[in-house]
């Protein structure tokens, strides 16, 4: 049973993994928009630390999987899809980040420390991550 057990874990960190980007992409793009009113992939490669042609390369496959829309020379824009990811990011960030914050953490870490976090709880660990930072106790 055990062993059963650690498959299913990693299969879901395997899958929460894989789908990191398109969250952390998004969320990028929102949070960018909300601060320049437009996201280009300058903006994007200079945030994340990489190449011009990487951000190309993950902005075309969102586009394709419906979070964004992109045309040359032009803006990179979430659509309904992308805003309701970016949407549902920046709640479960926001939530680890008051939880970091309950249990004692300081503010710098609880920033680093919540960008990884978010991306693999379930939704019972969130609810009660959310428990603890609303009231403050464990």
Do not use: N
Not at 1 to 20: G, I, L, N, S, V
Not at 44 to 69: D, K, N, P
Not at 85 to 91: D, N, S
Not at 114 to 132: N, W
């Amino acid at each position: 049973m055990p062993e059963r057990h650690a498959t299913k874990a990693h299969t879901r960190t395997r899958r929460d993994h894989a789908f990191e980007t398109a969250e952390d992409y998004v969320e990028a793009v929102a949070d960018v928009v909300d601060d320049r009113s437009e996201c280009r992939v300058r903006d994007l490669a200079e945030r994340f630390g990489v190449s011009h042609v990487t951000v190309v390369r993950i902005v075309r496959r969102l586009a394709g999987e419906g979070y964004l829309t992109t045309e040359p020379y032009r803006p990179i824009e979430l659509t309904t899809k992308g805003k309701r990811l970016a949407r549902r990011c920046r709640e479960r960030h926001e939530v680890v980040f008051r939880f970091l914050l309950a249990i004692g953490l300081d503010e710098r870490v609880a920033a680093v420390d919540s960008e990884g976090i978010e991306h693999h709880l379930s939704p019972q660990t969130l609810a009660r991550f959310r428990e603890i930072a609303e009231s403050g106790r464990l």
